[in-house]
């Protein structure tokens, strides 16, 4: 199983200034982790309030305000704390307080909401003592009264923030579809195919994970409980060799017509599950690595080894109507397509981009056919094409592709991103890259090198506007793999910290991601469990749909070349260094002392992200 990879992205130098690119939540706040959360409705606006992290002495709150009235220009939106909570700093708007009155009037890029529509302000606050909700809100002067019982918070009350959800609903959507049913409870093509629908849970990794857990209950029985809890979670299968379809022969990995069958035997009478599947074996694959290039070349006769005996197996087997009611999740070729934006300066790059093309452009037209499988294709990650030289071609290479299959844009039901990588969802006490710091955007930072987007929901929201904007649909769904960007572990910042007074140092001092250079992608020291896999986890309204598990947590990026064996990728090389294309040098951050070949057990890893879960297992 080998898995996608960081391509050095390219720098811009100068500033890009990303507010005007979405409206939604900025800097790490989740909707459906609240410890906290009151309602009000009016006939004119309703506004939710959440807290999205609290850690006893700082927490973060936004509030969702949407317009049920007539269109808005301009809005102000106010409400008071009944404690001493004290603005720290907020975006998505202006903050100001007064004694306990806090206040927040729209900014430039989203003062005008149509009538239905959302926005959503959020900032930082301190306090001491208790931390209650605010009951009253009131957007241009229109009071939003009534209320709804506070979320339920956790039984194990957490000592850090929290800024993703925990884990997913189970249950049915309770709005009926309009689709046909189809055999085993399916509901014909669905906007969002993890709503109202179970997961499947792969036998194979369940063995890893168990075996693990064997091997570390006597010394480490406490681990080992944690670890017991990563077999109860869905993540994908890997279709990353043609042999990969029928099975490698071991009882490790099995092909994918025995997962779709164990998938059946676990699919509950009449509600859908989701297998995710991932389509990762084009010509030249990983044109810009070593440790997962692929089988296939880059020639026209790769091309058609690559339509027949890769993808035309693949769609067969996923045709076959027993499995009608399974909703089959296709990530369509990790680390591929962007490389046709950012590395045509390697001639295996440019050698392979036609082909990619061409092999996205089948897999797609043959995948799209079958009603109960769902596109979704790589757009990498914020620390690859946040650049707005790169994201605005991107989205165009995307839809040049789209738009050559038989049904176009239609062909992709959305795009997931961070597939395998370690970027964090979101960076909580960064929510603003243009934030000035000794003079200096906060975006200037060797960290970022004027790369606006510091995490993935930033990432996604923007490149949704690009991508609608090439001609996709609304309707599109963006996924956010999470198996591992957590970064928990005890150098997990937890309150903002403001007193560096240089960009370079705010940034080191306030970042959850704790690598030292952000093009690192090989087995990462430190990386802990990201976000469990969850439907809708800042609501219905907005593009992110789900937080799903691509790359199943414990299995390696890839060995290096040594003495004993010339396969690898030297970025894997723990004693071996990175460049940032700049002059500076860092290390891989790769986990000191081991070699483990791509796809196989890491136990090590294993151990390591499971401790530094974020939040905890």
Known sequence: MEQGKDRKARRITSAFVAAGMTLGVAGGLAALTTTSSNAATAAGCTAVYSTTWDSGSGFGAQVVITDDGPAWSNWTLS?????????????????????????????AYNGAVASGGSVTPAGNFTYSGTNAAPTSFAVNGITCSGTVPPTTPSTTPSTTPSTTPSTPPTTPSTTPSTSPSSPGGGTGHVANPFLGATSYL????????????????????TLAASEAKMADFPTAVWMDKIAAITGTGDSVHHGLQWHLDQALTQQQAGTPITLEVVIYDLPGRDCAALASNGEIPATAAGLTEYESQYI???STILADPKYAGIRIVAIVEPDSLPNAVTNQSKPACATATPFYEQGVEYALNKLHAIPNVYNYVDIAHS????WSSNMGPAAQEFAKVAKATTAGVASVDGFISDTANYTPTTEPFLPNSTLQVGGNPLDSAKFYQYNPYFDEYDYDQAM?????GQGFSPNIGMLIDTSRNGWGGPNRPTVLNTSPTTVDTYVAANKVDQRSFRGDWCNQNGAGIGARPTVQPYGAANHIIAF??????????????TATHTHGDPHCDPNGTNTDGNGGTYSTGSIPGYDVPAGQWFAAEFQQEVTNAYPAL
Do not use: R
């Open 202 to 221: 792969s036998p194979d990794y369940a063995g890893e994970v168990n075996a693990q857990v064997a091997a570390d209950q006597p010394s480490n029985p």
């Open 312 to 314: 035309d197996p693949i």
């Open 79 to 107: 409400y008071s704390y009944a404690g001493n909570q004290t603005l720290q700093n907020g975006w998505n708007g202006t903050w100001a307080q007064s004694g306990n009155t806090v206040t927040v009037t729209n900014a």
């Open 548 to 561: 799903v598990w691509i790359k199943p947590p414990g299995e390696s990026d890839g060995d290096y070349p």
């Open 464 to 468: 949704y506007t690009q991508l609608v």
């Open 383 to 386: 620390a690859w094409l946040g």
